[in-house]
């Protein structure tokens, strides 16, 4: 069994991310804060995709052998056919952009 606060706690990770400035930018190293996203599709045709819970199982296993740091969980099931009906993936957007966390694992 997989400790996911322990994956909270951790040593983050570190990666260099690029001012928008342009030619005068330098790189800034920030700790890298995952979210874990599983989605499946509601479709019947995709019925052999792995369910949720084996996805978040198989990310978090690979998120403990390399060390990432997981800050929060998603999970959606809904069909990606009607653009902008995800609710959850449009949250993911706008945590993203309130710095909740800057990498996704999926």
């Given at each position: 069994?997989?400790d996911?606060?322990?994956?909270?706690?951790?040593?983050?990770?570190?990666?260099?991310?690029?001012?928008?400035?342009?030619?005068?930018?330098?790189?800034?190293?920030?700790?890298?804060?995952?979210?874990?996203?599983?989605?499946?599709?509601?479709?019947?045709?995709?019925?052999?995709?792995?369910?949720?819970?084996?996805?978040?199982?198989?990310?978090?296993?690979?998120?403990?052998?390399?060390?990432?740091?997981?800050?929060?969980?998603?999970?959606?099931?809904h069909?990606?056919?009607?653009?902008?009906?995800?609710?959850?993936?449009?949250?993911?957007?706008?945590?993203?952009?309130?710095?909740?966390?800057?990498?996704?694992?999926?």
């Amino acid at each position: 069994m997989i400790d996911y606060k322990q994956l909270m706690t951790s040593s983050p990770q570190t990666g260099l991310i690029s001012s928008p400035n342009g030619a005068n930018s330098k790189d800034i190293e920030v700790p890298l804060k995952y979210c874990l996203y599983a989605r499946k599709s509601t479709e019947s045709e995709e019925r052999h995709l792995l369910s949720i819970d084996s996805q978040i199982k198989e990310m978090l296993d690979l998120a403990t052998k390399e060390n990432r740091n997981i800050v929060e969980i998603k999970r959606e099931s809904h069909s990606a056919k009607d653009a902008g009906l995800r609710p959850i993936f449009n949250e993911l957007i706008e945590d993203i952009s309130q710095n909740k966390f800057n990498c996704i694992l999926t």
